[in-house]
């Protein structure tokens, strides 16, 4: 074991819904469940979870350990705790055959479940086995890394520990179905022994083919006996067979060669023996890896495609990053046995680094949860480097594809924890989504390539795409890559403004798409926040990249934009809409009305309400998002801070249900519902709610909860970002919902992903390694206030205590010039030529003169 172990902070008493997805960043994932078992192998570049009706109908997937032991009468015990019994129902009669074909086997009695992402731990004890189990699940997730994060891999180490007072001899072994079949069925696998350690699986699939590919399973440190090959035979053949080895000590290795070719369920075995003393211990960390290299699932258009467009074309293929950098299984499983101990420390040092941060409990749960998302068949990454992404999974396909625009308008982690890749999306949407006018299609192709430009434009993640443009400039520091979009940006800004404020008044007032799937007709504060933050932003890279010119007209129509956000849409108590559809470009709905075209009784409800699916008088959760993200980004857009504040109290005051008994909804309510808490998406709480509003409206999303409750802490407003938070987890407790998969349209949505901002809203963080400043606002009071940054050159800790600030970093640097401490007013220090580095922190004084302050 190395000298550093993780930390296991968060309990989890109720495990019917928990699994932890292990796996590479874009590489897929296998999850380990609440009893220590394995589900849902995601692993060929699409969600393949245990919810598919018809998972495993031909090749079901399997990994499960058994350990036998004891003396003259050993007892032998599949590694896993019990059952639920929640799910035996779902077993069916086909269970052996259509599933795992194990779960009958004798279990342990007890099973504990700990976690601090992103490890997982269970604890098993059984009273007739001398020998308590723990299995720990991970895989390597290192900031700036993307390779060791994107390892296609599972680790588990399987701890044994005997509690009796006497030796115990043992036989652990760890068995995996055959993870690489082909198209041709169970005959066109093979199975050989790997290097001595353990099963590489292959099949008979041409090097093209998208069925190729390669799994193997092996052990770390021990040299095991290796059954290369099951008993090929009926459907509950494979698995019998190898429980009476087991059982009566019987194991019985072979190469792999003599059953290849043949039909029947395919799989492969290793085995370790050995004898612990009292109280002894033996760590046997299992590797399980796959390597698929070729998909072609290859997406355009959700809409109809133009004429010429080649509808029909046969897909391309295209490759995972991963296999760029391994040839097969057996080598990614090299690369972990070569590197094993240094992934895990630097995982650990990650981990520890952010579950050690001086925030609330519920907050560092939300914040560390969220990062399985990228682990999950939600994130692709194609050989070029370059991302792509759904919103989030169904249980046998991607949900909502194209790297979403405004969707992910709302996801913090990448950007900070792997900026690279993060700015691979801006280019994007900048480069290959983007047509000569400036019109963004919202959903990219896969692989790279042009889209569609025959509908409508996202107004909310067009202009956001501004703003993140803004915010990846200043945390990669690089202006060169910003004057090389800057004339892009600048394109894409001019078509925003000439489709939806055609006569610069400063308001959204055209009809506009956004993340709610439909159209907002006329000024809102949610879209007009972004558009004053996307103008803002464009002044200050304008002026960055030498555009003087536009630098004046962005800055003079942001302060306007501003000016009209003040003085027509605050009520006094929050941003409304202004509901809008005769005066406009786009008279569509007028000539509707007149030409009396449709249904009369929705004729009568448009003129007497307006357009469908419209807010008006509510209370939006998302109504100043554009102002938390100048907030995080550090863009000045001349919003009044006490109006943004004294709106985010009207969101927590009037959207926030501490109990959703008595609330009506009629749309999706798996997300919160009956006695639960949540943040709804809208209220009315000064009458005036549509007779059709906005869909989705009533329901509760925890990206846009994550929103809210990471701007209220930014505005100083702890209590409600906590009570927010709090529900929001309170919700996903491993009984009804997974606390790994906060899920929206689709598991592991990318929006939940905004809870990374809850780090920046409590502790004030923010660098940009253009200026080389850093923004640390923590809470009042002389309490040692401690919290994980990252940034494009080195991440690690910033701590307050007895009136200094440190910055210690775990890998890479920090180059500080200028320290910006406290809210407004600030207090600003200069420190000119500062730097941090691993084992040479960086100590600031606080108090005293505002300069000169290294120690």
């Not at 759904?390 to 709302?410: D, P």
């Not at 997300?671 to 809208?682: D, F, N, Q, R, T």
């Not at 100083?716 to 906590?722: H, V």
């Amino acid at each position: 074991m190395t000298r550093s172990s993780p930390l296991f902070p968060f309990v989890h008493p109720r495990i019917l819904q928990t699994a932890l997805p292990l796996g590479g960043l874009g590489a897929g994932c296998v999850c380990l469940n609440g009893h220590g078992g394995l589900q849902d192998f995601s692993l060929r570049h699409n969600p393949d979870t245990t919810a598919y009706p018809l998972k495993g109908v031909r090749y079901p997937d399997a990994g499960f350990a058994v350990l036998r032991a004891g003396g003259a009468r050993p007892v032998t015990l599949l590694v896993e705790g019990p059952f639920p019994r929640e799910k035996i129902y779902d077993q069916g009669i086909w269970a052996a055959a259509y599933r795992g074909g194990y779960e009958g086997l004798p279990r342990f009695r007890r099973a504990r479940f700990t976690s601090g992402y992103p490890f997982g731990r269970v604890e098993l004890e059984d009273p007739e086995m001398p020998l308590a189990a723990e299995v720990l699940g991970w895989s390597p997730f290192v900031p700036l890394d993307d390779v060791a994060s994107g390892i296609p891999c599972a680790l588990l180490e399987y701890r044994l520990h005997n509690r009796s007072r006497r030796p115990v001899s043992f036989q652990f072994s760890y068995h995996l179905s055959h993870l690489a079949n082909g198209g041709s069925g169970w005959e066109g696998t093979r199975n050989r022994v790997l290097a001595g350690r353990g099963v590489l699986f292959t099949n008979t699939e041409p090097g093209d083919a998208e069925m190729h590919g390669s799994a193997s399973l092996t052990v770390l440190g021990h040299r095991p006996r290796v059954k290369a090959m099951w008993l090929r035979g009926g459907p509950f053949d494979a698995v019998s067979a190898l429980w009476r080895e087991l059982e009566t000590g019987g194991f019985e290795p072979n190469d792999g060669q003599a059953g290849a070719g043949r039909p029947g369920r395919n799989g492969g075995s290793i085995l370790v023996e050995g004898r612990l003393r009292p109280g002894g211990d033996v760590v046997l960390p299992v590797v399980l890896t796959w390597h698929f290299p070729n998909s072609r699932l290859n997406f355009t258009s959700h809409r109809p495609l133009p004429p010429g467009w080649p509808a029909r074309a046969e897909p391309r293929t295209w490759h995972p990053f991963y296999a760029t950098q391994w040839a097969d299984a057996g080598e990614v499983a090299a690369h972990v046995h070569r590197h094993y101990w240094r992934l895990r420390e630097r995982t650990v040092g990650f981990q520890r680094a952010l579950l050690g941060s001086t925030l609330p409990r519920e907050v560092l749960d939300a914040v560390s949860a969220n990062l399985a998302i990228v682990k999950s068949p939600t994130l692709l990454r194609q050989a070029s480097g370059n991302l792509w992404a759904w919103e989030g999974c169904g249980a046998a396909w991607g949900s909502c594809a194209g790297s979403c625009t405004h969707v992910w308008n709302y996801a913090q982690a990448l950007p900070h924890l792997f900026p690279r890749l993060e700015r691979t999306l801006r280019e994007q949407e900048l480069e290959r989504s983007m047509d000569d006018s400036g019109h963004v299609n919202f959903r990219s192709a896969l692989p790279d390539g042009p889209v569609p430009h025959t509908d409508h434009a996202a107004a909310d993640g067009q202009l956001g795409g501004i703003m993140k443009l803004y915010r990846d400039w200043h945390i990669s520091g690089d202006t060169e890559w910003l004057r090389g979009l800057y004339p892009r940006a600048r394109r894409s800004l001019e078509y925003c403004i000439r489709t939806w404020d055609p006569r610069r008044r400063g308001g959204i007032f055209e009809p506009h798409h956004n993340t709610y799937d439909i159209e907002f007709w006329g000024p809102d504060g949610m879209v007009g926040s972004i558009y004053v933050g996307a103008l803002a932003a464009m002044a200050a890279m304008a002026r960055a990249v030498g555009a003087d010119a536009d630098h004046r007209g962005y800055q003079a129509l942001a302060a306007r934009a501003a000016r009209f956000m003040e003085s027509e849409l605050f009520n006094g108590e929050y941003y409304e809409q202004r509901v809008q559809y005769r005066g406009l470009r786009d008279r569509s709905l007028v000539e509707k009305l007149r030409r009396r075209e449709g249904d009369p009784a929705t004729l009568r409800l448009l003129r007497r309400e307006g357009p469908k699916y419209q807010y008006g008088t509510g209370c939006l959760s998302d109504g100043v998002i554009g102002a938390w993200m100048a907030a995080l980004y550090g863009v000045e857009t001349g919003l009044d801070p006490a109006r943004i504040r004294r709106s985010l109290r009207a969101i927590h005051r009037h959207n926030f249900r501490r109990s959703l008994w008595r609330h009506a909804n009629c749309q999706r309510s798996s997300y919160a519902l009956g006695e639960e808490s949540g943040l709804l998406l809208c209220s009315w709480p000064r009458g005036g709610k549509p007779t059709l509003p906005f869909i989705y409206s009533d329901e509760v999303w925890t990206g846009i909860e994550y929103q809210v409750a990471s701007h209220l802490a930014l505005e100083g407003l702890r209590r409600e970002s906590l009570e927010l938070v709090r529900a929001v987890r309170r919700r996903h407790d491993g009984a009804t919902r997974n606390p790994w998969n906060e899920y929206e349209a689709g598991s592991y949505y990318a929006r939940a992903m905004a809870s990374y901002a809850l780090l920046a809203g409590w502790s004030g963080f923010r660098y940009s390694a253009v200026d080389r400043t850093l923004h640390f606002a923590p809470p009042p009071g002389r309490k040692v206030f401690s919290v994980f940054f990252a940034t494009a050159s080195g991440y690690g800790t910033l701590t307050r205590e007895r009136g200094r600030m440190t910055v210690a970093l775990l890998e890479g640097g920090l180059a500080l010039d200028r320290l910006v401490y406290g809210r407004a007013p600030a207090r600003v220090l200069t420190c000119p030529g500062a730097v941090a580095r691993p084992g040479v922190p960086l100590r600031l004084a606080l108090t005293g003169p505002r300069s000169g302050n290294k120690e």
